[in-house]
């Protein structure tokens, strides 16, 4: 499991290039305050060439340099690209449906760096694929919904206090 620190610092290099993201999947699942292991870091990216270039970039900077064996484009051919460096690295385009254009934001620091991730609803939104882990993690997102916004169904719903 990659731990913080390598996250925080592919985040660094993604920042330092000037990169649009959102950390999903499990470590955004981490920053909500669920305790949760993964195997990889699950980056949200636009479908956008010049920002494929900077996402290229800063993964070209990774310890074994495995993005030096593809090109940009590749990492916006397919709704997904696995990227085994270390850590590993899985550049989305969609994630149960939730765009980058879709989503919204939150931010936390680790490691003095400003680390972007999916805000509670859109991980809810990102976990709807019918996978057992996001099953998993929809329910624990729940609570931790109910736990911030008791008695409403979230920020956005209709009672919540704006």
Do not use: W
Request: glycine share 10%.
């Amino acid at each position: 499991m990659p731990d913080r620190t390598g996250v925080a610092e592919v985040c660094r290099f993604l920042n330092e290039e000037g990169a649009d993201y959102l950390v999903v999947g499990g470590f955004a699942c981490v920053f909500h305050g669920i305790l949760r292991t993964t195997k990889d870091l699950d980056l949200l990216i636009p479908r956008d060439h010049e920002n494929a270039v900077r996402v290229h970039r800063a993964l070209c900077r990774l310890p074994l340099g495995i993005a030096k064996e593809h090109t940009p484009s590749e990492f916006i051919a397919r709704p997904f690209f696995i990227l085994g460096d270390m850590p590993r690295v899985d550049l989305l385009l969609a994630a149960g449906g939730l765009t980058f254009a879709d989503a919204k934001r939150e931010e936390t620091m680790v490691d003095g760096v400003r680390i972007p991730f999916a805000d509670l609803d859109s991980l809810l939104r990102s976990k709807r694929t019918g996978r057992l882990q996001d099953a998993a993690d929809s329910e624990a997102l729940e609570l931790v919904r109910r736990r911030r916004f008791p008695g409403s169904g979230g920020p956005n719903s209709p009672g919540h206090p704006q």
